[in-house]
């Protein structure tokens, strides 16, 4: 009886797609071991994290992005119609005004002033910005943050919460954002970090 041989580039493709788990060996019983399995369960649940961590830098990111628009324009949500930054509104004096708690003096001081304004809608397009991109991560996720811990300093205590509140979440959501590389999925960070300007200044990812 004569027994025909795949040729050695076939048996070679199918040995790397058994060893990267596309498919199921035939006749073998090593991919059943425990420790093949776990490594299976780690690839799978490494790539389930990442596209879970870029969702979640895109809704962050869209998050600031809107705010900016949204008080920018006066779309009518948190901001409305006519009430705009182009329009002659002011983007910070209603909130900062409100603040209660132990900082109210200081953020009182800052409602409504040119710098507040400025700085605070130039925080808010330039994280939404970077974020959506996945570049300046580290930049966006530090900046952010510090504005979601301001906004949360401003309503002390939280109406909601004896402790904590979304700001706080949202502030450690960014900081696992910089941390877990989420710009390197579906988005920029990779090229972003091989341009000449990060290599010289590496906080710069």
């Known amino acids: 009886m004569t027994t025909i041989v795949p040729p050695r580039h076939e048996k070679a493709a199918a040995d790397a797609q058994v060893f990267a788990g596309m498919v199921a060996p035939q006749g073998t019983a090593a991919d059943q071991t425990p420790a093949a399995e776990n490594e299976a369960a780690a690839r799978r649940g490494g790539a389930i994290a990442r596209y879970a961590w870029f969702a979640a830098r895109i809704g962050m990111g869209w998050i600031f992005l809107w705010a900016f628009l949204d008080k920018l324009f006066g779309f009518g949500f948190a901001t409305p119609a006519g009430k705009g930054w182009i329009d002659g509104g002011n983007p910070t004096k209603g909130f900062l005004s409100g603040a209660e708690g132990p900082f109210a003096g200081f953020y009182h001081d800052l409602a409504g002033t040119t710098f507040a304004n400025v700085m605070f809608m130039a925080g808010l ?19 952010g943050a510090l504005l979601m811990i301001m906004m949360y300093t401003a309503v002390l205590p939280p109406t909601t919460n004896p402790v904590i509140d979304d700001h706080v979440i949202q502030a450690v959501l960014l900081i696992g954002l910089a941390a877990a590389g989420a710009g390197n999925t579906l988005g920029l960070g990779g090229w972003w970090a091989k341009t000449r300007l990060v290599q010289r ?3 710069l990812k």
């Open 201 to 203: 200044l590496p906080w």
């Open 125 to 143: 397009l330039g994280i939404g910005l970077a974020l959506l991109l996945g570049i300046g991560m580290r930049i966006a996720a530090g900046a």
